[in-house]
């Protein structure tokens, strides 16, 4: 069973920066797809971020491509989103979600392990 925990959420304003990250307990997150999620207010969730431990490899949502980052601490047991330049519509609750996976990450899996998830506000 895996554990996740959010940490870093919290309100920027725009053009800002933050750091989400997720830490998993109860396995090592070798061979897993790790996806970050968010859902807005009256919005459907929206998968923005992939990366798979295997290889590294990495997806992203048009809507943040350019500006959000995904990478593995490998030390901490750790999966972080670096997300710049920040807009006002990146408001959202924020999840991580982890899946066992072999191969290059792709957008369409199912996750069986979610975390809490973090809040993010983007405002003036």
């Known amino acids: 069973q895996v554990q996740l925990v959010e940490s870093g959420g919290g309100v920027v304003q725009p053009g800002g920066s933050l750091r989400l990250s997720c830490t998993a307990s109860?396995?090592?997150?070798?061979?897993?797809?790790i996806g970050w999620f968010r859902r807005a207010p009256g919005k459907k969730r929206e998968g923005v971020s992939f990366?798979?431990?295997?290889?590294?490899?990495?997806f992203y949502a048009d809507s943040v491509k350019g500006r959000f980052t995904v990478s593995r601490d490998s030390a901490k047991n750790t999966i972080h989103l670096q997300m710049n330049s920040l807009k006002p519509e990146d408001t959202a609750i924020y999840y991580c979600a982890a899946t066992k996976w072999w191969g290059v990450i792709v957008p369409t899996l199912e996750y069986d392990n979610w975390g809490q998830g973090t809040q993010v506000t983007v405002s003036a």
């Open positions: 109860g396995v090592t997150l070798d061979y897993y797809a």
């Open positions: 990366i798979s431990t295997r290889d590294g490899s990495t």
